[in-house]
Nanobody, 118 residues
């Protein structure tokens, strides 16, 4: 069973730069990618950033230039460095791990709240 545990959320002032962490544990078959999604109240969950097994990254347009994603393979951890936070970044942030054949197996963390005050 794969488990993902996020940390690093909380209340942040606009312009702040918190870092989220997600630690993966368990048996992971055919790892494909890890990433971050977020869901704001009344909105659908959206992709924020991702990093593949070979280090290719992607970002939502709304966070390009402000967020970075990185992975520490030795620690089975993915990080989301968030810079210049805005109130519209307020959401629950979820860690995602994709694995299995064709990457169709998805694992999710429990989510961590990030609230940006103006």
């Amino acid at each position: 069973q794969v488990q993902l545990v996020e940390s690093g959320g909380g209340l942040v002032q606009a312009g702040g730069s918190p870092r989220l962490s997600c630690v993966a544990s368990g048996s992971i078959f055919n790892f494909k990618s890890m990433g971050w999604y977020r869901q704001a109240p009344g909105k659908q969950r959206e992709s924020v950033a991702g990093i593949t097994s070979i280090g290719i990254t992607n970002f939502a347009d709304s966070v390009k230039g402000r967020f970075t994603i990185s992975r520490d393979n030795a620690k089975n951890t993915v990080y989301l460095q968030m810079n210049d936070l805005k109130p519209e970044d307020t959401a629950v942030y979820y860690c995602n791990l994709r694995a299995g054949v064709f990457g169709k197996t998805n694992y999710w963390g429990q989510g961590t709240q990030v609230t940006v005050s103006s």
